[in-house]
């Protein structure tokens, strides 16, 4: 591979991460990718003494930088609402976010669980006054299994699960248990401390 050949290699790269980055649904990633993208479209563009190009990557770089900033260090102010398992406003956003459901949790079905008999814990988590979360469980002895932990999409920086480990040793939860699909989870499971203990994963609160 000549050298030509490696640098138009390093344009395209950086393209790709831009315009990939715009479709990320979480506006955290979306940033993250967009500012690897430009930066190495920046490289690319002082390589090949395209300097207008460069200088407008390097402000997306620093325009990028300074929301990261300001996402890092904005604290979101969350409520955790107990409902009922019927609960209508509940039904209509699990409906409304069905698929974005299925896709997180693979195989999972909502309103047709041989265990939902016994549910009990079910909660909506609302950031000023808006639902971003849903937390459906079992608890029995003040250990909680978790059948759902689920987060819009906006929201999926780890801020919710770090609120909920606080406000569910509140309701007097001592041990938070998860043994569903994990393919998504891994990052969110070790970021929130938890341990797997035989067949699933637990976290002590």
């Given at each position: ?11 395209y790269i950086g393209s ?190």
């Amino acid at each position: 591979m000549d050298r030509q050949t490696i640098i138009e290699l390093v344009g395209y790269i950086g393209s790709f991460l831009v315009l990939v980055s715009f479709l990320m649904t979480s506006v955290f990633k979306l940033r993250i990718i967009n500012t690897i993208g430009s930066i190495i479209f920046m490289v690319y563009a002082l390589i090949i003494h395209s300097y207008p190009t460069a200088v407008m990557n390097f402000c997306l770089v620093l325009i990028n930088l300074r929301f990261l900033w300001k996402m890092r260090h904005t604290s979101h102010h969350y409520d955790l609402i107990k409902v009922e398992e019927d609960d209508r406003y509940l039904q209509y956003i699990l409906k409304r976010q069905h698929e974005d459901i299925e896709k997180c949790f693979p195989g999972i079905n909502i309103h047709e669980d041989e265990n939902r008999a016994d549910v009990n814990r079910t909660y909506i988590v609302t950031c000023e006054g808006n639902p971003v979360g849903i937390v459906v469980g079992k608890e029995e002895d003040k250990v909680m299994n978790l059948i759902l932990d689920y987060s819009f999409p906006e929201y999926r920086d780890f801020s919710i699960g770090l609120f909920l480990v606080k406000r569910l040793k509140e309701e007097g939860i001592s041990k938070l248990i998860y043994d569903g699909p994990t393919e998504n989870h891994m990052t969110y499971l070790d970021k929130m401390g938890f341990q797997k203990v035989g067949e699933h994963y637990e976290r002590k609160i």
